[in-house]
């Protein structure tokens, strides 16, 4: 087996990626240290290098995982001119990236790992929500103050919402088939909500 990442000096990145393949085949819980060191191509012993067993591997991955999800959700309010259109980006944004990146996905979601194990995790998650809590505050701003739901109660309720589309019928969950496409659900979902809070108009 080649030794590409350990001979170029990049060990870490390559037992990262090795870890995201065998999580999106196997599970968060269904490999092995030693697996993960043979598909990078080094022993188990030089794993400890970088990581300090299993979990905190995992928690690379996820990590690596809100960095790409973070740059997603900054790139798709960026984009749109107008607020509506920013943060119903972010809901489409969730659902390519759970589709793209699988394995990230079940590493930051579904492994059992705290987004505080570490600083650098907490960061990265931090800064992922914080896009679609900055997308909130934008819609929210025009409302008086007493009437104003705050960003991150808006900024949650959207994140379960697009959470729940992507677990029911946007990973082909075995037994679920969803009636519509996964976008169209989380659209016309954030629709409600936003027209429910006064957000939007009817007609928009």
């Keep these: 087996m080649s030794k590409r990442g350990y ?4 060990l870490r990145a390559a037992l990262v990626d090795a870890a995201v ?3 999106e085949e196997k599970g968060p819980n269904g490999f092995t240290l030693s697996e993960a060191a043979k598909q990078a191509g080094v022993t188990p012993a030089a ?4 990581f300090e067993g299993r979990e905190d591997l995992i928690a690379g991955a996820a990590l690596e995982g809100y960095r790409i999800f973070g740059d997603l959700m900054e790139y798709a309010t960026s984009k749109n001119r107008g607020a ?3 943060f119903e980006s972010t809901g ?8 793209k990146y699988p394995g990230h996905y079940v590493a930051m979601f579904e492994s059992g790992i705290s987004i505080n194990r570490n ?5 990265a998650a931090g800064h992922a929500l914080g896009q679609l809590e ?6 929210t701003s025009h409302m008086p103050a007493e009437r104003r739901p705050p960003a991150s109660m808006v900024a949650a309720h959207i994140w379960a919402m697009s959470h729940g589309v992507v677990e029911l019928f946007a990973r082909r969950s075995p037994g679920t088939q969803s009636p519509f496409p996964a976008e169209e659900l989380l659209e016309s979902g954030i629709g409600i909500y936003l027209r429910g809070l006064g957000l939007i108009a009817p007609d928009e």
């Design 7 to 10: 001979h170029h000096g990049n």
């Design 21 to 23: 393949k065998l999580i």
């Design 47 to 50: 794993v400890y290098r970088h």
């Design 84 to 86: 509506l259109q920013a």
């Design 92 to 99: 489409r944004a969730y659902l390519a990236f759970a589709r």
């Design 119 to 123: 600083s650098e995790l907490a960061q």
């Design 134 to 139: 900055q997308a909130a505050a934008q819609l």
